[in-house]
């Protein structure tokens, strides 16, 4: 761990939505605290994710982080400098230390202008680039992301799902962020292609020492890209830590519902789940907000929340039973040693075969 | 292992009527599917076969684009006959043509014998009828039911899909229900007059993880009390393997590869369900490395004479970009449409 400051420190990051709805004289304002108390850090070179249910706070955290909206609460520093003390012109010359990617590559690429000149224009707006250098650099970042060039010259409509978010991914990078925050970068994109996407990913952040926050609701995506994952549960981290060790051994039985319904490839599927499903709990009052749906809960739950404090190396959890969460693994029995060896040596020489 | 090269083997003529006593619910043999464009008939969907059996559930698994999808509509005639043009060899539900031209058998059985689940619970029920209506409409339209009878039905459906005290929100709207309680109404509502196939299209693919397994823990119940038939559309190989008996995987319009569920997972034999296997992200696999798919899938109008997956198939051959392989026997139960099948790593050298 190095003495420097982290990239990005998140502090104690909150946002409440008021929605104000009926008639004068007769007006009703409804709070949403969206995000609560949600505080992390993000080193040089390093990955986080962010996994939860929809409605948890992983969107509205990385829109806070880009300060895209305003937080109610809290601060985000990015290489030491906190971005909500910033003026707007300040802001933007900031946010080219940040780049998003987001979902949907239809609606985030604009379908009237070329794709070279969506690509050039952050490098000119930042005044990193003339007009002719930047044509230079944009060929450059459609090489690298595994495009041709030439499609500098072509329109959002003419590229596949695939190759527009490549060209979101290029749009990203061109003007060397310290840090991407992908929202659902890979969810809208069929199998064959998003591991195109994410190994296209992998190698970036190895190459160029990027940072990047990465939210999705898919933890086998979330294994394959991050080195440390967080868990929100209606807008609160409830369990961090490096990813293998969070799921291999999860210290919040949030954390373990999660992984234990995930659909699985390979006979029998998966697990049966034995928690209540989400949507009938009563808002929690005091307490845990997990307790209506937690298998381990017992009447200290429903006293006070608890803190998301330290359980291990790096990690820390938001249960006072985080110790008694048992071990969740998938095991290996389904598929026969042999049919598994086939299998493996099947897919390296397709590897193999494709390189070839 | 034996290898049986025919011509016109396919999914459901692998056994004729019946395996193990049941009956084929619905059967297409040789299902092409054309979409007229104003540059000429693109084939969607072509030569597909598959039957399903009362009380299984047969999953159409593929990317986008492949024709899961497309084959389903054309077999329920919901593509209009301006744009699309449906052939097939036969197309028989409970012994019912429904290729039938003037669409009277088809009339007959969608919504009633046959039961229809879509992707997203929010567009396919209607935001400005509570969900009680729309349900009693089905039981009195199909079943002649009155009207007490029909709510008197309803709430007992709703009380079916296990939705919290049904006899209160049959007379909500559906912007008051949850995702995966909407998708409940959608299913208490293909179910309405207990029909003997039903059919999901991406059911859960807008629900989260934990939504999405209440969801398929209520369709096995259901299936298990009623003995319907399922047809399974997804994308989602963990969806086929938490659901299906056997599934059927859809390549650029194609059955690439059809087999008892299991074998698929153990021991896959066609070289895009071996790809499709190793891009799939799993969060326990030991290496970290996926082996993604090069390239894409060709459009309708690219499609050449040879195998549609040649272009990226690292196993390829000369032959098979001049012929096309049949859907042939490869083990069993077990059919892929690929000329270096049964795959072996060592022949693959």
Known sequence: ?356 | MTVTRSPTSSVAGRDGAAVAGRPDVLRADGLTVEFLSHRGPATIVSDVSFAIRAGETLSLVGESGCGKSVSVMAVLGLLPRRQWRITARAVRFEGLDLLERDGRNLRAVRGKRIGMIFQEPMTSLNPTMTVGEQIAEVLRYHLGLDRRAARAGTIALLDRVRIPRAAERVDDYPFAFSGGMRQRVMIALALACSPALLIADEPTTALDVTVQAEIFALLRELQRETGTALLLITHDLGVVAEMADEVAVMYAGRIVEHSPTAALFVAPQHPYTVGLLGASPEWDSRSHRLTPIEGRVPLPAEIMAGCRFAPRCPFRIARCEAEAPPLAVIDGAQEAACWRAPLSPEALQ
């Open chain 1, 1 to 356: 761990m190095s003495a420097a400051m982290p990239l990005l420190v998140v502090r104690d990051l909150g946002k409440t939505f008021v929605r104000r709805s009926g008639l004068p004289g007769f007006r009703r304002v409804s709070r949403v605290e969206a995000v609560r108390g949600v505080s992390f850090q993000v080193e040089a070179g390093e990955t986080l994710g962010l996994v939860g249910e929809s409605g948890s706070g992983k969107s509205t955290t990385a829109r806070l982080l880009l300060r895209l909206i305003d937080p109610t609460s809290g601060e985000v520093l990015l290489n030491g400098q906190d971005l909500a003390a910033l003026s707007a012109g300040a802001l933007r010359a900031r946010r080219g230390g940040m780049q998003m990617i987001f979902q949907d590559p239809f609606a985030s690429l604009n379908p009237r202008l070329s794709v070279g000149y969506q690509l050039a224009e952050p490098l000119v707006v930042h005044g990193l680039a003339s007009r002719a250098e930047a044509r230079v650099r944009v060929a450059g970042l459609l090489e690298r992301v595994g495009l041709n060039p030439a499609h500098a010259r072509s329109y959002p409509h003419q590229f596949s799902g695939g190759q527009r978010q490549r060209i979101a991914i290029a749009r990203a990078l061109a003007i060397e962020p310290d840090l991407i925050v992908a929202d659902e970068a890979v969810s809208a994109l069929d199998v064959s292609v998003r591991a195109q996407i994410l190994n296209l990913l992998a190698d970036i952040r190895r190459e160029q020492k990027l940072s990047m926050v990465f939210i999705s609701h898919d933890l086998g995506v979330v294994w394959h890209v991050v080195d440390r994952v967080a868990v929100m549960y209606r807008g609160r981290i409830v369990e961090m830590g490096p990813v293998k060790a969070v799921f291999e051994a999860p210290r919040h039985p949030y954390t373990r519902e999660l992984l234990k319904a995930m659909p699985v490839a390979r006979p029998g599927g998966r697990r049966p789940s034995t928690a209540p499903a989400p949507g009938d709990e009563a808002a929690a009052g005091r307490g845990c907000s997990f307790a209506a749906r937690c298998p381990l809960v017992e009447p200290g739950c429903r006293e006070r929340e608890p803190d998301l404090v330290p359980v291990g190396p790096g990690r820390t959890s938001a249960c006072i039973r985080a110790g008694d969460v048992p071990v969740f693994s998938l095991g290996e029995g389904m598929i026969p040693p042999a049919s598994r060896e086939r299998l493996r040596r099947l897919q390296d020489r397709f590897l193999a075969g494709r390189a070839a």
